[in-house]
C-alpha cells in the first residue's frame, strides 16, 4: 500500500503571538498593496516568501519578475533557506527553452492537442496588445482573430505539420487574398497554406469522417470566406495577429519559446517543488516582449496546476507576481476562483487597485477589479498615497454605527446651547489610517501594516474592552530576518 500523503499546514507568516498565516490559507490568494518604499517588496514580501521557501512540504513556485534586483534577491531567499538545489533560472544564457505550444499538443492527460485550448492561449495574448494599443475589448475582432486561428491550427494539424507561432504565422501571411486566387498556379506553388492543403490530399485515405468534416470547414473558411472579406477588416484581423506573433520570430525569442520543444514545464513545480524563476525583468528587457514571455509561462502553468491530480503530485505551489498588474490578464479571476482546491497560492503586489483596473481595460476600478480582488482573501495594506486604494481598504474592513458629538448654539436675548449626539454609519478604520502608517527607512527597519483576512476576528485584536475583536490588526513587519 502506497504510504499516504498527510499535508500538515505549516505556518508561512507570523502576525501576532496568537495570529499566524498558514499555507492553506494563502490558497485563496494574497494581495500587498502599499506606496513606493512602504515595505510590500523588502519587509512583508519578504518574510511571507522565507516563510513559504521554508515550508515542509516544500513548495514549488513560479517565480514572476518585473524590476531587476529581483532574481538576485529570490536567490539569496533560496540559499538561506536551503532551497538552492531547487532553483530553476531560466533566461536567455540557461540553455533552457519553452514552446508553449509543443507542451500544450504533446502533454499527458485529457485535452491535450486540443485546438479551442491553443486559441484561447493566443486570444489571451493579443488582447494583451490590445489594451496598450487602446483598442480594448470588441468581440468582433475577438472572435474574428479566433475563427482565423482555429481554421488555420486545423489545417497544419491535418497536414501533420508542428503546430508552432512560427508555423501558424506563416500559414496567415499566405492565405489568399482575393477571390479565386487559390485557384491560380502561382499560388499554389508559392503559397504554404496550398502546400498545407495539398500534403493533406496526399493522405485523405488516412482521414476519418470528422477529419473529412474539420477539412472541408477550414477549406471553406481559408478559400472562400478569408479571401471574400473586405480588405480592412482582413488586414486589421491579420496585423492583430502579426503584432503579437513577430515577438517570436527573432532571436532570442524565437529559440526560446517557438522552437517545437521544451526543457521546463509544470510538473517541475508540483512534482519535483521546482522553483522556477523567470529571469526576464521587464525594466532590462523590451517590457511588452519580455511581459508576453512570462505571461505565457504564467497561462501555460495556470492550466496544468488546475488539472494535476493531487494524489498523484500533493505538494502546494506558489504563483510569485510582484508588480503585479504587468501581468494581469482576463484568466486571472477565473483562476482564483478554482486554485484553492488545486493547493496553488497567488501572490500579488502592487502599488494600489488603480494599476490593476487599469491594466484590465476599466479607467476606474470597475467589477472586473473588484470582482478579482474579492476573491483575494488575506489584504496587507502598507502605507498608500493612493486616495481610491485608501478607500477600498477601509471599505474592505467595513462600517460601523458610533456616536458623533453636535453642539447648538444661538445668541441673542433667549440665547441657549445644547450638547448631545447621534449614531451614524461610518468607517471602522478611516481611510486616512492607510495614509499614515510607517514606513521603513534608514533607521528602522520596520514597516506597519493593517492586515485583513478573509473578515476573520483575530485573536491579538480581542481585549476586555473589545471582547468582539476586530477584523483587521495593525503589524509591523522587518526587513531583517
Known amino acids: 500500500m502506497a504510504n499516504q ?13 496568537t495570529d499566524r498565516i498558514r499555507t492553506t490559507e494563502t490558497f485563496e490568494g494574497v494581495l500587498i498593496t502599499g506606496s513606493p518604499r512602504s515595505g ?35 536567490l539569496r531567499y533560496a540559499e538561506q533557506c536551503g532551497r538552492s538545489k531547487d ?16 507542451y500544450e499538443w504533446s502533454r499527458p492527460g485529457r485535452g491535450a492537442g486540443d485546438i479551442e485550448n491553443t486559441v484561447d492561449f493566443f486570444s489571451t495574448l493579443i488582447s494583451l496588445g490590445n489594451r496598450e494599443s487602446g483598442s480594448g475589448h470588441d468581440p468582433f475582432w475577438e472572435r474574428g482573430n479566433e475563427e482565423l486561428q482555429r481554421n488555420v491550427i486545423k489545417l497544419l494539424d491535418l497536414a501533420g505539420e508542428p503546430i508552432s507561432i512560427v508555423n501558424i504565422d506563416r500559414c496567415i501571411k499566405s492565405l489568399p487574398t482575393r477571390t ?10 508559392e503559397s504554404y497554406c496550398a502546400k498545407l492543403i495539398s500534403r493533406i490530399k496526399s493522405r485523405q485515405e488516412t482521414l476519418t469522417e470528422d477529419q473529412w468534416s474539420d477539412l472541408d470547414f477550414a477549406t471553406q473558411y481559408v478559400l472562400c470566406k478569408w479571401p471574400g472579406f473586405d480588405d480592412r477588416p482582413r488586414s486589421s484581423l491579420e496585423m492583430t495577429w502579426s ?24 510538473e517541475m513545480t508540483t512534482h519535483e517543488s521546482k522553483l522556477i524563476i523567470a529571469d526576464f525583468p521587464l ?13 505565457i509561462l504564467k497561462l501555460t502553468f495556470q492550466r496544468a496546476w488546475l488539472r494535476r491530480k493531487l494524489d498523484e503530485s500533493p505538494n502546494p505551489v506558489f504563483l510569485w507576481q510582484d508588480e503585479f498588474q504587468y501581468f494581469a490578464t482576463r484568466r486571472d479571476n477565473f483562476f482564483q476562483q478554482t486554485c484553492r482546491g488545486s493547493r496553488v497560492s497567488v501572490v500579488c503586489l502592487t502599488q494600489n487597485i488603480l494599476n490593476l483596473s487599469e491594466e484590465l481595460g476599466e479607467h476606474q476600478p470597475g467589477s472586473k477589479t473588484k470582482s478579482f480582488l474579492g476573491n483575494l482573501a488575506l489584504k496587507i495594506f502598507l502605507q498608500q498615497n493612493e486616495i481610491e486604494t485608501a478607500k477600498f481598504a477601509a471599505d474592505q474592513i467595513g462600517e460601523d454605527y458610533r456616536y458623533l458629538d453636535n453642539f447648538h448654539a444661538n445668541s441673542g436675548a433667549n440665547a441657549n446651547s445644547s450638547v448631545g449626539g447621534s449614531k451614524h454609519l461610518a ?22 501594516a493593517i492586515v485583513y483576512k ?19 490588526l495593525r503589524v509591523l513587519f522587518s526587513r531583517d530576518i
Open 87 to 102: 532553483v530553476v533560472l531560466f533566461n536567455e544564457k540557461s540553455g533552457l527553452v519553452f514552446d508553449p505550444i509543443a
Open 454 to 472: 478573509g473578515g476573520e476576528i483575530f485573536n491579538a485584536s480581542i481585549t476586555k474592552n473589545n471582547p468582539r475583536g476586530t477584523n483587521f
Open 40 to 74: 510590500k517588496s523588502a519587509c512583508v514580501g519578504k518574510q511571507l516568501a522565507y516563510g513559504m521557501l521554508k515550508a515542509n512540504p516544500a513548495c514549488g513556485a513560479l517565480i514572476l519578475t518585473a524590476k531587476a534586483e529581483e532574481t538576485s534577491n529570490w
Open 243 to 266: 503584432g503579437m506573433a513577430s515577438k517570436f520570430l527573432f532571436s532570442p525569442w524565437n529559440r526560446i519559446f517557438s522552437g517545437g520543444k521544451f526543457s521546463i514545464y509544470p
Open 5 to 17: 500523503f498527510i499535508f500538515h499546514d505549516p505556518t508561512v507568516l507570523n502576525i501576532s503571538e
Open 283 to 295: 525594466l532590462e528587457y523590451g517590457f511588452e516582449t519580455a511581459r508576453l514571455m512570462q505571461v
Open 180 to 189: 479565386g486566387q487559390f485557384e491560380e498556379a502561382s499560388w499554389q506553388k
Open 427 to 448: 468607517h471602522i478604520l478611516d481611510p486616512i489610517a492607510f495614509s499614515l502608517l510607517k514606513k521603513p527607512d534608514a533607521e528602522s527597519p520596520l514597516a506597519e
